[in-house]
């Protein structure tokens, strides 16, 4: 019941921008931590960024000062903007939410499809 729908990936040129969204929709009571994780072709998947419901953040190193996660809540919805992107930000970008779809229960985490993310010239 509770889906998480991607969307903003492409093909895109070294330096250049682009914005993924994921939002959540079905039985859902609360959400917590919203995060971006990507998995790059033969390699293991790797968290980019996440953030809390206080709007704490945290990125991987390689990735700080590029790119920016944000939440709308009124909307379940989480971020991830990616600016001045190079050819090692290719992957597959996934987006995970933890949600409870209930009162008093701790909920689940809970993953997007995935869009392609493809940098290059």
């Known amino acids: 019941q509770v889906q998480l729908v991607e969307s903003g990936g492409g093909l895109v040129q070294p330096g250049g921008s682009l914005r993924l969204s994921c939002a959540a929709s079905?039985?859902?009571?609360?959400?917590?931590?919203m995060g971006w994780y990507r998995q790059a072709p033969g390699k293991q998947r790797e968290l980019v960024a996440l953030?809390?419901?206080?709007?704490?953040?945290n990125f991987l190193d390689s990735v700080k000062g590029r790119f920016s996660i944000s939440r709308d809540n009124a909307k379940n919805t989480v971020y991830l903007q990616m600016n001045s992107l190079e050819n090692e930000e290719t992957a597959v970008y996934y987006c995970?939410?933890?949600?409870?779809?209930?009162?008093?229960?701790?909920?689940?985490?809970?993953w997007g499809q995935g869009t392609q993310v493809i940098v290059s010239s």
């Open positions: 995970n939410i933890w949600i409870a779809t209930f009162a008093n229960s701790p909920g689940k985490a809970y």
């Open positions: 079905g039985s859902i009571f609360s959400m917590s931590v």
């Open positions: 953030i809390n419901n206080a709007g704490n953040t």
